[in-house]
């Protein structure tokens, strides 16, 4: 038997998030009967959960056969009975002990805002219409707070989902603009439910002035999710890169 790990990216807007559902469509449904076809059915390892309307541009599934195609053929073959909302990017050979999901050491996500008085109608279903001027310097300031590990508590959706643990290490987080297109990168070792999008709207709000930047520590330790800001909307985050042994599959690092 063979492990494959397989790299795609899809657009989130068409599903209702990556895992299968009994009353949605979602990536996942989709690209397993493409699997099916080529390969015959087998169990797929995808490495994260995405929600409804969130995006990947680097997203990681792996799986054992004992077909013989050659690994390089492997993207072409898949993609010729997927959607054009899902592409695979490229395939390899792993150990067979690899998993897409719990050999993974760390993700990096994105979350795309269109900061101009006027709506951008190519970018009404991948980035978030904010109109009101943002200061990308005041949100750095803020955002410097979260590096390092800490308790995530307040800055989560608690439900079933969520068990154990809540610290995670954010090794890298930063906010940057090209024009009016901003664009808030966040690095992790693990993210927990709607995580990125609850540090999102944190620093929208302290944008608005509702909260100080030196005010995000009391809020760690307070471990009360009311005290954060809102959860930003789904379609402006992309889950961006996947890390294994420190590096994504195209080498670059996970530490800073």
């Known amino acids: 038997m063979r492990n494959i790990l397989l ?3 899809y657009d989130g807007s068409c599903f209702h998030g990556w895992q299968v559902q009994n009353n949605a469509v979602s990536v ?7 699997l099916f076809t080529v390969f015959g059915k087998t169990e797929i390892k ?17 799986f054992h056969t004992d077909h013989r195609i050659p690994v390089g053929k492997i993207p ?12 695979v990017m490229g395939a390899r050979e792993m150990p067979d002990d690899f998993h897409a999901r719990y050999s993974c050491v760390g993700k990096q996500y994105i979350y795309k805002i269109w900061n101009n008085d006027i709506r951008n109608p190519f970018l009404d279903k991948y980035a978030l219409h904010y109109w009101y001027k943002l200061d990308i310097s005041l949100m750095n300031e803020a955002a410097s707070h979260f590096i390092g590990r800490h308790d995530f508590t307040s800055f989560c959706t608690l439900d079933k989902r969520e068990k154990g643990d809540f610290h995670r290490t954010i090794t890298d987080i930063s906010v940057s603009a090209s024009d009016d297109l901003v664009t808030i990168t966040v690095q992790a070792d693990g993210f927990l439910y709607n995580m990125v999008r609850i540090i999102v709207g944190t620093l929208l709000y302290v944008a608005q002035g509702k909260i100080l930047p030196g005010e995000i520590p009391s809020i760690f330790e307070a471990e009360n999710r009311s005290l954060a800001g809102p959860t930003a909307p789904a379609h402006g985050l992309y889950l961006n890169k996947v890390f294994y042994n420190d590096k994504d599959i195209y080498g670059s690092s996970l530490s800073k």
């Open 76 to 87: 072409a073959a898949l993609n010729n009975y997927l959607p054009t909302s899902i592409a």
């Open 7 to 9: 790299t795609m990216m």
């Open 46 to 62: 995808g490495c994260s959960r995405t929600d409804s309307g969130v995006h990947a541009n680097m997203y990681c599934v792996s």
């Open 28 to 34: 996942q449904e989709v690209f397993q009967k493409a």
